[in-house]
């Protein structure tokens, strides 16, 4: 006896087996972490705005409002991290020079200070989303311990509207390996 339903339930059973398995790729490269904080440090090796301990790492100079994943800066603000022990430590910042402010501003320089000494000074000739990585010398870093990079925007953009003075935008900010 013919069953008619059989043939497309055959039709559909060797499509199925037809096709191929999704390609296969290996995992990104990986960043090690650094080591872990101690329990009694509220704040670690690098933060973003959008992280809830974010406050803890901010010292001065970065604004209390505005949306969850960057907030602006004043012309000098101060961050606080506290970096295990790592053999090669590097500091780095996502930011943004907006366009707006850019076309007032002009060119940008951008001078770190790691813990009151002199670290890097770049100057950006554009605007956008920007990333700054700087290998950091031994004898500046304190290791297993906290540090202070205070950056310095100028010229900072001040606001005809309400006179505020801003330096960028800051999107995270940290130490890693």
């Not at 059973?13 to 990986?30: E, M």
């Not at 990333?131 to 004898?139: E, G, N, V």
Request: proline fraction near 12%.
């Amino acid at each position: 006896m013919f069953r008619p339903w059989f043939v497309p339930l055959a039709c559909v059973a060797v499509w199925a087996g037809c096709s191929s398995l999704p390609d296969s790729y290996p995992p990104p490269a990986q960043r090690r972490p650094l080591a872990s904080v101690p329990s009694n440090i509220p704040f670690g090796p690098m933060f973003a705005i959008s992280d809830s301990n974010a406050r803890d790492q901010i010292v001065r100079g970065v604004a209390e409002t505005g949306p969850r994943t960057w907030r602006w800066t004043d012309a000098h603000p101060v961050f606080r991290f506290y970096v295990p022990e790592a053999p090669r430590a590097q500091f780095l910042m996502d930011f943004t020079l907006p366009p707006v402010t850019f076309r007032q501003t002009g060119p940008v320089t951008l001078t770190f200070r790691l813990n009151d000494q002199p670290l890097d000074r770049v100057r950006y000739d554009a605007p956008g989303e920007l990333h700054y990585r700087k290998a950091i010398p031994d004898p500046l870093l304190h290791r297993n311990g906290i540090n202070l990079i205070a950056i310095d925007a100028e010229p900072a953009w001040v606001s005809k509207e309400d006179g505020r003075t801003y330096g960028f935008i800051l999107v995270r900010a940290g130490f890693a390996e």
